[in-house]
């Protein structure tokens, strides 16, 4: 009878870790992930000759379903690297309704008015740091959803300032513990 009631017992607990499981998969919390940054020998060079090998800021936006109805421009990617940080850094109407929150920054330590969190120093050449893979820890809040978007403006280089780059758009925002982005001389991959 005992063996009866411990075998019950087992069923019953693995049943609820698994309705657990499925709720979580539902409601899209995923907890914290990891952003990995594979950076090339030299990142954030101009041209093929530069070895100026500038660190490079990064901007990592998670945006859920107000922002993304808000900022369409963010979203399918016509906003390029260039305009978002001068937005930014001039904290202009048109982004500062993003929460600090959402708005996750790979930048130099200062006492700037942004509104971001800070994560970390900007990423540097491999030649540079001999870190070849930085890993930063987040947390999209609706990772999974299909209202939901990870988004990442790079802040390279030009010979005019900064690149108007594409951003790199994930989405929806990938649930992947670990998401892989590749760091170049001028661009940002998957």
């Given at each position: 009878m005992?063996q009866?009631f411990?075998?019950?017992?087992?069923r019953?607990?693995?049943g609820v870790?698994?309705?657990?499981?499925?709720?979580?998969?539902?409601?899209?919390c995923?907890g914290?992930?990891t952003?990995?940054?594979?950076?090339?020998?030299?990142i954030?060079?101009?041209n093929e000759?530069?070895?100026?090998?500038?660190r490079?800021?990064?901007?990592v936006?998670c945006l859920?379903?107000?922002?993304l109805?808000?900022?369409p421009?963010?979203?399918?990617?016509s906003l390029?690297?260039?305009?978002?940080?001068?937005?930014?850094?001039?904290?202009?109407?048109k982004?500062?309704?993003i929460?600090a929150a959402?708005?996750?920054?790979l930048r130099?330590a200062t006492s700037?008015s942004?509104a971001?969190?800070?994560?970390?120093d900007?990423?540097?050449?491999v030649?540079d740091?001999?870190?070849a893979?930085?890993?930063v820890?987040f947390?999209h809040?609706?990772?999974?959803?299909?209202k939901?978007?990870l988004i990442?403006?790079?802040?390279?280089?030009?010979?005019?300032?900064?690149?108007?780059?594409?951003?790199l758009?994930?989405?929806?925002?990938?649930?992947?513990?670990?998401?892989?982005?590749r760091?170049g001389r001028?661009a940002l991959?998957?």
């Amino acid at each position: 009878m005992n063996q009866t009631f411990s075998a019950r017992r087992n069923r019953a607990a693995a049943g609820v870790a698994l309705a657990g499981g499925l709720l979580l998969l539902l409601t899209g919390c995923v907890g914290e992930q990891t952003l990995r940054f594979q950076l090339d020998q030299v990142i954030n060079a101009p041209n093929e000759n530069d070895l100026s090998r500038n660190r490079l800021s990064v901007d990592v936006l998670c945006l859920g379903p107000k922002e993304l109805e808000k900022h369409p421009e963010i979203v399918n990617g016509s906003l390029p690297s260039s305009e978002w940080f001068r937005l930014r850094d001039s904290n202009d109407a048109k982004v500062s309704d993003i929460s600090a929150a959402r708005v996750l920054s790979l930048r130099e330590a200062t006492s700037s008015s942004r509104a971001d969190t800070r994560l970390r120093d900007p990423l540097a050449s491999v030649i540079d740091s001999k870190i070849a893979t930085v890993d930063v820890k987040f947390k999209h809040p609706e990772a999974g959803q299909s209202k939901s978007a990870l988004i990442i403006y790079p802040r390279f280089a030009s010979m005019e300032g900064i690149a108007a780059t594409a951003p790199l758009v994930l989405q929806p925002a990938p649930r992947d513990k670990e998401i892989v982005i590749r760091v170049g001389r001028q661009a940002l991959s998957r």
